[in-house]
Every structure is written in C-alpha cells, then in structure tokens.
C-alpha cells in the first residue's frame, strides 16, 4: 500500500457596490468582526509588506493557501497573522513559517493545482476550519475575502476589513461553455469550482488563498485568481467586471494535503 491510499479525508457535511478598481474584493459584505480560522499572510522585506493574501487555519500547525499566494516567498519572508479584525484597532498576533509547501504541479501560468501549506513555528490558540466535500445540492457557497471600502488606504498592502460575497456555483461544463474564451487561456476542469456573484462581484491579487465555504461551515474550496494567471499581471477588482470566480477544489487535493501536513480525516 503507498502512502497516498493511508490518507483519506473526512468529507462530512460537520452588498458596497464600486465603479472604481479596487486591490480587493469589490461587492461583499463586511463580517464586522473576526472570522478565526482566517489568516492574514504576509511577504515581509525589510519589515516592511510587499504581499498580502489569505489562508486558512486546518490544524494546529497548518496553514492552508493558494500557490500564487505563496509564489516568491521563502522562511525569511513569509509570516502568517491570525486574529485578524474588521474594524478594530487590536493588532493580530504574528507567526513565522517552518515550512512551505507549494504543490508540485502547481502552474502559474493557468493556475492549475493552485495550492499550497504553511507549517507554523508554533500553535495559535483558535478555532480552526474542517475541510469538506463540494456537492452540487449547495447551489450558493460563501467566498471570504478583502473589502474594498472608502476605509481602505490603498498605499499599503495590509487590508484588515474581512468581507463575504455569496456565489451561485455553476456546473464546470456549463462555466466552460458560458465562458470559452477563460477556458481557452487557463484550462478549467473539474478540480476547481466554478463560482458567479453577478456583475460587479469580484476577487483578486489581495485575496488569493481565501477560502469557500459551504452552509456547514467546511472549507470546500481556495480562491484561484485564473485572471491573474491568464493575463500575466495584477488582477484588480472593478465594479464592471462581469466574469466566474475560481476556486481550487480542497477535495481533489486530500491525499497530497495528508501527506504533506500528516492530517489524517476518516470517514
């Protein structure tokens, strides 16, 4: 027996519109508060920001992220907040990274296999997020990310306004049809969701790695900014955008997740 068929994963079922571009999500929903198992992570130089994206919190080590989330970092640079307000002046609690993991197949030029883990240097004292299966009987999924809001200063890269836009999902085939031309340029397929907010919804650069989530609370899904990989270059919110969001599919991925962060999910 090798080691992929020891892990397997516990698949229980446990609006500020905007004209301008935006950084950050455009067309959510202000959490007003904390959601604890969101990190906030941090590409630091010379103690300053140059990067900011999300993750997830799955153990008490591990932090779930994206590939292009964590592209171009490395231990010296890469920190992870938790604790992270909307709305509050209570500074997150920061931690170093031990280990980074991007996974292998991981192709920045179509966002395949867009994900990544983050091993912590210590614990943090919060609840974390169980992983889930993605199932067509929940039609409308919840996406977490950055807030774009006249709060927001836009000369620095550390947004702490958490926000939620609730997606209708839609079948890949029917995405693929509906969207060719995307298709075309990034390959979709059926280990990512495929998520539509409605016009003037959107996420991008700043909310890379944020999570999807169903109406259990389990994280089905990472934001996978397949705009940003198809055009090479930042992707900004506008309140005109009119296009799917892309998520990678948590489930496709669980026995390199096991493997890697040695978490073990029984059915």
Sequence with gaps: MNKFSTCLLLLLVTNVMSNSISLRMVGGVDTNGTIPFIASIKHLKDNEVIKSCLGTIISNKWVLSSGFCLLGGDLGTIFVDVGVYSHSDVPP???????????????????????????????????????????????????????????????????????????????????????????????????????????????????????????????????????FAASGHSHQCHGHHDHPLVFTKVEAYANWICEVAHIYFFK
């Excluded at 889930?132 to 009987?137: D, E, L, N, V, Y």
């Design 93 to 227: 609690k920061r931690y170093k990274s031990t280990e980074i993991v991007v996974h292998p197949d991981f192709d920045s030029t179509t966002g395949q296999n867009d994900i990544g883990l983050i091993r912590l240097e210590s614990t943090p004292l919060v609840t974390t997020i169980q992983l889930g299966r993605f199932s067509t009987k929940n039609p409308k999924l919840t996406a977490f990310g950055w807030n774009e809001d006249e709060k927001n200063d836009y000369s620095k890269p550390e947004p702490y306004h958490l926000a939620r836009l609730q997606l209708d999902i839609l079948p890949m085939e029917e995405c693929k049809k509906k969207y060719p031309n995307l298709d075309s340029l990034v390959k979709l397929d059926q280990k990512q969701i495929c998520g539509y907010g409605g016009k003037g919804k959107d996420m991008c650069g700043v909310d890379f790695g944020g999570p999807l989530i169903d109406s259990t609370g389990r994280q089905v899904g990472i934001f996978n900014d397949v705009i």
